[in-house]
Structure formats: C-alpha cells, structure tokens
C-alpha cells in the first residue's frame, strides 16, 4: 500500500539568500574591489528578518 504524502508548498529560501549576499559584500568590501559604504544595511537586514517571522506567524 502506497502511502500518500502531502503536497509540500515550495518555500523561497529567504535567510539562507540573505546571508549569502551579506557574505559576498561583505567579501567584496573587505578585499577593496568595492567600498560599500551603508552605515543602514544592519536596520535592513533587521526589518526583513523580522518582516520574515511576521509573516511566518501569520500562516499558523
């Protein structure tokens, strides 16, 4: 007897793309290939993570 799954919704892998551009520009900024100066990026990466857990516990 074949046991049925449920259909399991496609979910954009959001935390690990940010850390993976934060990663690079951090890489690029500190090898001097080019100066990224935004004294605001860490309020941006704050608003979209918690943007994320908001919109987490609104499916529930």
């Known amino acids: 007897?074949?046991?049925e799954k449920s259909p399991k919704k496609e979910i954009?892998?959001?935390i690990p793309l940010i850390?993976?551009?934060?990663?690079?520009?951090?890489?690029i900024n500190?090898?001097?290939?080019f100066t990224i100066?935004?004294?605001?990026?860490?309020i941006v990466l704050i608003i979209v993570g918690v943007?994320?857990?908001i919109?987490?516990?609104?499916?529930?």
Do not use: N
């Not at 850390?19 to 890489?27: A, D, E, M, P, S």
């Not at 100066?37 to 860490?42: A, G, L, T």
């Not at 919109?55 to 529930?60: G, L, V």
């Open 19 to 27: 850390i993976l551009v934060t990663g690079i520009l951090w890489l």
């Open 1 to 3: 007897m074949e046991s």
């Open 37 to 42: 100066d935004i004294p605001w990026f860490p």
């Open 55 to 60: 919109e987490f516990y609104k499916r529930k």
């Open 30 to 33: 500190e090898l001097k290939i």
């Open 12 to 14: 954009f892998p959001t």
């Open 51 to 53: 943007a994320g857990l």
